[in-house]
């Protein structure tokens, strides 16, 4: 898997980093076939103070693009309902492409 972190107006602390690894980490145990991961966290300069952190992620799997973004007015809170997101995502991804399987395997016979 191939991991890009990025930051807009913000600096992408080592402690910022390794919790969105860790998080992430979680989404390669449901489906290992994930060929690249984007994340883009920012902050946006907005008069309502609760939305101003935002996490993007773009994930690449074989075939699509899944995408999901967050804001929240903690980073660390945005990059958490940014992975359920994704991780919803990907499960429902992963059972499409099984049940896609099944009925193929059915038809042959």
């Given at each position: 898997?191939?991991?890009?972190i990025?930051g807009?107006?913000?600096?992408?602390?080592?402690?910022?980093?390794?919790?969105?690894t860790?998080k992430?980490?979680?989404?390669?145990?449901h489906?290992?076939?994930?060929?690249?991961?984007?994340?883009?966290?920012?902050?946006?300069?907005?008069?309502?103070?609760?939305?101003?952190?935002?996490?993007?992620?773009?994930?690449?799997?074989?075939?699509?693009?899944?995408?999901?973004?967050?804001?929240?007015?903690?980073?660390?809170?945005?990059?958490?309902?940014?992975?359920?997101?994704?991780?919803?995502?990907?499960?429902?991804?992963?059972?499409?492409?099984?049940?896609?399987?099944?009925?193929?395997?059915?038809?042959?016979?």
């Amino acid at each position: 898997m191939n991991l890009m972190i990025s930051g807009h107006h913000l600096e992408i602390t080592p402690a910022l980093r390794s919790y969105v690894t860790s998080k992430l980490e979680r989404i390669t145990k449901h489906f290992d076939q994930v060929v690249d991961v984007r994340v883009l966290l920012s902050v946006e300069n907005q008069k309502e103070k609760n939305k101003r952190q935002r996490a993007e992620c773009r994930i690449g799997v074989k075939g699509n693009d899944l995408f999901a973004e967050s804001a929240h007015e903690d980073l660390y809170a945005a990059v958490d309902e940014l992975v359920d997101k994704l991780d919803r995502q990907l499960v429902r991804y992963k059972d499409k492409q099984q049940a896609h399987g099944h009925a193929a395997a059915k038809h042959l016979m």
